[in-house]
């Protein structure tokens, strides 16, 4: 399994050097920056005994051309505002869920978004999965490389106690083929089109939430193929 941490557009150096020094702390190495501030030495101050980390860190100008570059199998959004059961976007999982589901063979990207904004809608609409950390209403939004910290620390708790074999996970374009059949589907069935939407984006979160292996998502293509060819659409 390879993790790749991506910060979106960060403002200041300073703080890319703290969340490579926090990677570094739970033993990863794979940053990546998404259309950045210009590093200067307070990235590599900050970063103390992880200057390797910034030195090596990958630059793309959109988390698009990051995932088509990388083979990402799973896109883990992080976000402080979580939204309630009506606000499908941004329904999330707790970091010690995410951990406990990480026991997969693939390219897994932690997107964290920008400080003070975080990610947007759209941005948040690409991940498989959303990440937040429940924080005291008086003062919800944590450092980036704090919040950072309590994900990575799940993840390698889960890794480093739950030693199993991992599992080969469906590649990012077997588990698209599947969304799009689930939404040619949906589209045969009486929705109006804001429930339809909503379906749509809970139909994704699901996948990405079960981290589909590789056979399963052969088995489950073939089973979604003849549903939708056995669906007529509803002006038929």
Not at 80 to 92: D, E, K, M, Q, W
Not at 207 to 233: D, Q, Y
């Amino acid at each position: 399994m390879k993790i790749y941490s991506v910060f979106v557009e960060p403002k200041t150096p300073g703080n890319i050097g703290f969340l490579a020094r926090t990677m570094k702390n739970f033993g990863l190495k794979k940053l990546v920056l998404v259309n950045p501030c210009n590093l200067d030495n307070s990235a590599y101050y900050q970063a103390s005994h992880a200057r390797d980390i910034v030195r090596d860190a990958k630059i793309y100008d959109t988390i698009e051309d990051f995932v088509k570059d990388n083979e990402i199998t799973t896109i883990v959004g992080t976000t402080g505002t979580a939204g309630g059961s009506y606000n499908v976007p941004r329904i999330p999982i707790t970091p010690e869920e995410l951990g406990k589901k990480m026991h997969v063979d693939g390219n897994i990207a932690l997107i964290f978004g920008r400080e003070g904004d975080g990610l947007s809608n759209e941005e948040l609409e690409l991940c498989d999965i959303l990440v937040t950390i429940p924080t005291s209403d008086e003062y919800p939004i944590m450092n980036i490389s704090h919040a950072a910290a309590i994900v990575f620390y799940e993840i390698f708790k889960n890794q480093k106690e739950y030693p199993v074999e991992n599992m080969e996970i469906a590649s990012y374009e077997d588990k698209n083929v599947i969304i799009e059949l689930c939404n040619e589907i949906i589209s045969k069935l009486d929705y109006p089109e804001h429930k339809r939407k909503n379906v749509e984006i809970i139909t994704k979160r699901i996948i990405g939430r079960a981290f589909i292996g590789g056979r399963e998502s052969k088995m489950l293509r073939g089973t979604l193929n003849r549903v939708n060819i056995r669906i007529k659409p509803e002006e038929e």
